[in-house]
C-alpha cells in the first residue's frame, strides 16, 4: 500500500508540473483576423478589384478562397486572395468572402460593400412645338413653379429652330415670375426641320442636358 501511495502521489506531482499531459486538453486554436478591400481607386467605378487580408494565418494549413458578389460578375481571380469584378449597372455590390481551409473554431467569412452615391439627373420637364404664345405662357407658368420649389435648380430651354420664341420665352420667365436671368440657359440645338422646344429642370450637381 505505501508503493501504491508513493506511486500516486508522484503522478500528482508530474500532472501538476506539466511534466504529463491531462486528458482531453483543448489546444487553443490560432484564427487569423480576416478583411475585405478595395485595390486603391477601384471602390467607385467598375470594374472593381477586392482583395482578401488575411493576418497571423495558422501554419501548415492550405487556404483557399471563394467569393461571391451580390451583383456583377466576377470575371478574374475566383480561388485567389484578389477578384475583378465587373458591374456596369450598379447602386451597391457587395463582395463575401469565405476562407476554407481554417479551423472550425476560427471565422472563415468577410465581406465589403460599395455604394453609389445618389447623383441628380437633368429633368424634361415638357416638351412643345410651334405655338401661339398664350399657349405656351402656360407651360412656362408651370416650369417657374417647378424652379420655385427648387431654389438651387437651373432652367434649361433647348430650341430646335424658334430661336425667338426660346428668348420670349426666358423673357417671360424673368418678367413676369421674377425668375433670376441668370437660373435661365437658352441653349441651340442643331436644326433639324420643325419646331421643338424642351424646358429641363438641373438640380444642383447634374450634368446639363446634351446641346
Known sequence: MKEISTVLGLIVLLVNSGTLPVANEVQEAVCPSISVACAPKSCDVSPFHFIARISEAPPGRELSYQWSVSSGQIVRGQGRRSIKVVAPDWSSLTATLNVVGLPRQCNATASMSVIREHVPTAQLFKQFGSAPFAKVSKHLDAFANQ??????????????????????????????????????????????GRVIIKLYIVPTGAVPPAK
Open 147 to 192: 424652379l420655385r420649389n427648387q431654389p438651387g435648380a437651373m432652367g434649361y430651354i433647348l430650341f430646335n429652330g424658334g430661336r425667338g420664341l426660346a428668348a420670349s420665352a426666358k423673357n417671360y420667365l424673368v418678367s413676369e415670375h421674377g425668375i433670376e436671368a441668370g437660373r435661365i440657359v437658352n441653349v441651340r440645338k442643331k436644326r433639324s
